[in-house]
């Protein structure tokens, strides 16, 4: 490490850090710059980034039409209230961009600046709905064992992983938590001809009948779970999870802060199931992490039921950066290349690759499992492949071995999840493998 390097690191101490812990910050990349897939330390590194960031660089770094895209419009505008009785053109124009683009019958757009909000806006917005709908005992909101939905106090308790919980407890009233539907380990009961997709589906309408489906608001979930460790469900769950919602009258809120914007091979990863949510949670990829922005999407029902309210009442929600004008352009301008370069054709075919890259390096013994779903995938670390018992410790050797090597992943308890920027190469891919590869093969 580098005396400057080093200076940067004791003045950093000053600088409190999500999901801090010192040892885990005892010594952190600094990063210098980034282009394309690569980052660049002050020390003289280069990184392949095979997290994108936060799951959120799609464009990859260095592009420089987002670079002018902000520049040109803060010269212009670069903020002003998005307030009822005020907007922008970027906001309107972006607004108009997104209704109908994730899904038919979405087409009225409130802007966060990141996805905990977007969530957090989600759950108001579903006990609003049913409050003007006459049902105010419709508050609850169930979600799944395993799942991120974001760190404001809502989505936290939201979020299925008690270990965000513990220092900010007690736990909020209204959050109710069922099996997620993990192909490879399942926690749930199977009954006998069961998939693994019914059985979750089947813990969702169980868990409405016992909480009472007139007290349910809504059902939130990730298309895929990031976090809780990349898990694609079976192609019979999220079917299932809309017939259900349907039965008992209770609003399916598609999280897909992280699979929105084609990283899965879809421009939205409920579109693999030919299902449709009631409101869409998104950000990260909305802007490549080149500005902060993110939102929801309700229905055409939803928004009707808001305008066609008999009182005065107003929708009283919003953020001073809601319909920020510099992030919205910069919105617009991500959303013109990730078109033009067709991102979602690039996750399909360069996904295949990394996964086919990734499930070769089972032939070592701690592979235990490998999965995804366009250009997000995890490798979960295992003792013992016949047991499946998880292996934190072992998965966290990998991950250091594989940053030393110059690949980024993240760990995520027992799995290492990968998530490059979608702009990545098939010679990078071929790379990621190969760091990767050798991480193990030093500690194999």
């Given at each position: 490490?580098?005396?400057?390097?080093?200076q940067?690191?004791?003045?950093?101490?000053?600088?409190?850090?999500?999901?801090?812990?010192?040892?885990?910050?005892?010594?952190?990349?600094?990063i210098?710059?980034?282009?394309?897939?690569?980052?660049?330390?002050?020390?003289?590194?280069?990184?392949?980034?095979?997290?994108?960031?936060?799951?959120?660089?799609?464009?990859?770094?260095?592009?420089?039409?987002?670079?002018?895209?902000?520049?040109?419009?803060?010269k212009?505008?670069?903020?002003?209230?998005?307030?009822?009785?005020?907007?922008?053109?970027?906001?309107?124009?972006?607004a108009?961009?997104?209704?109908?683009?994730?899904?038919?019958?979405?087409?009225?757009?409130?802007?966060?600046?990141?996805?905990?909000?977007?969530?957090?806006?989600a759950?108001?917005?579903?006990?609003?709905?049913?409050?003007?709908?006459?049902?105010?005992?419709?508050?609850?909101?169930?979600?799944?064992?395993?799942?991120y939905?974001?760190?404001?106090?809502?989505?936290?308790?939201?979020?299925?992983?008690?270990?965000?919980?513990?220092?900010?407890?007690?736990?909020?009233?209204?959050?109710?938590?069922?099996p997620?539907?993990?192909?490879?380990r399942?926690?749930?009961?199977?009954?006998?001809?069961?998939?693994?997709?019914?059985?979750?589906?089947?813990?969702?309408?169980?868990?409405?009948?016992?909480?009472?489906?007139?007290?349910?608001?809504?059902?939130?979930?990730?298309?895929?779970?990031?976090?809780?460790?990349?898990?694609?469900?079976?192609?019979?769950?999220?079917?299932?999870?809309?017939?259900?919602?349907?039965?008992?009258?209770?609003?399916?809120?598609?999280?897909?802060?992280i699979?929105?914007?084609?990283?899965?091979?879809?421009?939205f990863?409920?579109?693999?199931?030919?299902?449709?949510?009631?409101?869409?949670?998104?950000?990260?990829a909305?802007?490549?992490?080149?500005?902060q922005?993110?939102?929801i999407?309700?229905?055409d029902?939803?928004?009707?039921?808001?305008?066609?309210?008999?009182?005065?009442?107003?929708?009283?929600?919003?953020?001073?950066?809601?319909?920020?004008?510099?992030?919205?352009?910069?919105?617009?301008?991500?959303?013109?290349i990730?078109?033009?370069?067709?991102?979602?054709?690039?996750?399909?075919?360069?996904?295949?690759?990394?996964?086919?890259?990734?499930?070769?390096?089972?032939?070592?013994?701690?592979?235990?499992?490998?999965r995804?779903?366009?250009?997000?995938?995890?490798?979960e670390?295992?003792?013992?492949?016949?047991?499946?018992?998880?292996?934190?410790?072992?998965a966290?050797?990998?991950?250091?071995?594989?940053?030393?090597?110059?690949?980024?992943?993240?760990?995520?308890?027992?799995?290492?999840?990968?998530?490059?920027?979608?702009?990545?190469?098939?010679?990078?891919?071929?790379?990621?493998?190969?760091?990767?590869?050798?991480a193990?093969?030093?500690?194999?």
């Amino acid at each position: 490490m580098t005396d400057i390097t080093q200076q940067w690191i004791e003045k950093d101490k000053k600088q409190l850090h999500p999901v801090y812990h010192p040892k885990s910050h005892a010594n952190p990349l600094v990063i210098e710059r980034g282009e394309g897939v690569w980052l660049y330390t002050t020390d003289g590194r280069k990184i392949l980034d095979g997290m994108a960031g936060l799951w959120n660089v799609n464009a990859g770094y260095g592009r420089e039409e987002l670079a002018k895209a902000a520049y040109d419009q803060m010269k212009q505008l670069a903020f002003t209230s998005n307030f009822s009785g005020m907007t922008s053109l970027p906001s309107i124009q972006l607004a108009d961009k997104l209704a109908g683009f994730a899904y038919e019958g979405l087409n009225t757009t409130f802007f966060t600046s990141g996805g905990s909000e977007a969530n957090d806006s989600a759950f108001k917005t579903a006990r609003y709905y049913w409050k003007r709908k006459g049902k105010p005992t419709k508050y609850k909101v169930i979600a799944r064992k395993g799942s991120y939905h974001g760190i404001t106090l809502a989505s936290t308790f939201a979020t299925g992983l008690e270990k965000y919980h513990t220092m900010f407890g007690p736990a909020m009233d209204g959050f109710v938590h069922i099996p997620a539907p993990n192909p490879y380990r399942y926690e749930g009961q199977l009954k006998d001809g069961e998939t693994v997709g019914q059985a979750a589906a089947r813990e969702l309408e169980s868990a409405i009948l016992r909480e009472g489906a007139e007290t349910i608001a809504a059902f939130i979930a990730e298309p895929v779970m990031g976090v809780g460790g990349v898990i694609v469900p079976p192609g019979d769950y999220f079917p299932l999870v809309r017939q259900i919602c349907d039965k008992y009258e209770i609003l399916f809120i598609a999280d897909e802060v992280i699979t929105g914007f084609g990283r899965t091979g879809e421009w939205f990863a409920l579109k693999h199931w030919n299902v449709k949510p009631d409101i869409l949670s998104f950000a990260k990829a909305i802007t490549s992490g080149y500005a902060q922005l993110g939102g929801i999407q309700i229905s055409d029902a939803i928004r009707e039921t808001m305008e066609t309210a008999a009182d005065t009442e107003a929708y009283m929600h919003g953020y001073t950066y809601s319909g920020h004008a510099m992030a919205c352009a910069v919105g617009l301008k991500n959303l013109e290349i990730m078109e033009n370069e067709d991102y979602p054709k690039r996750a399909r075919e360069l996904g295949k690759r990394l996964l086919e890259g990734l499930k070769s390096l089972a032939e070592f013994p701690f592979v235990g499992d490998v999965r995804g779903l366009g250009l997000v995938c995890g490798v979960e670390i295992v003792s013992d492949k016949s047991t499946k018992t998880t292996d934190p410790a072992m998965a966290m050797k990998i991950f250091k071995a594989a940053e030393a090597n110059g690949l980024r992943s993240r760990p995520l308890g027992s799995t290492l999840a990968f998530s490059p920027p979608l702009s990545i190469n098939e010679d990078e891919v071929d790379e990621i493998i190969r760091r990767l590869g050798a991480a193990m093969d030093g500690i194999g």
